[in-house]
């Protein structure tokens, strides 16, 4: 039987581009360029299946160019880069990352919590561009994490894990808003409580947004949400640029309206808001937060053994919608 064409669209672990070579014939990206649409589009003609990274769209049109196309596996857990309805109307199987980088998440926000209270990469700075000549009983003062009151926006898998690190390692006072309530016993084991948005916006100390980016969760935090935030509040994203304004956030920490903000994502990414990059109190990382070598090859494992699993028996391991009949 011939092999099955896949394109792997980003640079990957040369051993996970190993194995995938064993099983298809691969057309790969190592040099790691950014394709733009067009050329995403392009490189897919005559390819059954393809993995994908956050930043390929897979869209109608270009599922409509390549009717081919049977299954794209995303190294990632969000997959707002994916239109699932269309690639199911299209008669394309879609799968994510889940599970294998959740705790490795939680502990960068966690880190990020840490970073933005306590104010560690603005007082590196200041350190390194030399301002640092004597020691003064306010300087850096931040804001408290142990014992404090942490807001969870979205308490999925990666939100349970940071509530988990935060009442049990930390003592803090754990409260969430979700979609859907927890189950009783997950609440416990969390030792965290559903209140409204406007309760946890209103009274948490720390806000961690976790939330998955679609069109009804675009800018959740917007100029009215940070007003309602207390002015010594931090608030961390980890969840997906595009959940935060972040032109109204960088205005609300110019003054002063919130603490301090720590960010791992951003609208328009790899762009970064001007603004932001202007305030002092906001701690920026470029995307970032599942990044440990054991992790990101669980991640790019993962999603070469859905493309492997699905062309051999029809059946991806983590899939994101179910196509009727299908089989590879
Ligand atoms: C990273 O942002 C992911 O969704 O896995």
Redesign the pocket.
Known sequence: MSKSSILVARAIFPEVLQTLSQVFEVESNQADEVWSAAELTRRMQGKQGALTT?SERIDAALLQANPQLKMVAN?????NNFDVPAMTAAGVLAS??PDV?TET?ADFGFALLMATARRISESEHYLRAGHWTKWSYDMFAGAEVHGSKLGILGMGRIGQGIARRAAHGFGMEVMYHNRSRLSADLEAECKARYVSKEELLTTADHVMLVVPYSAASHHTIGAAELAMMQPTATLVNIA?GGIVDDAALAKALAAGQIAAAGLD?FEGEPQVHPDLLKVPNVVLTP?I??ATIKTRKA?AQLAADNLIAFFSNGQALTPLNSLPGAAA
Do not use: D, P, Q, W
């Open positions: 956050g190294m990632a857990v969000g997959f994510n990352t980088l998440t997906r994502v995307h937060a599942s991640m």
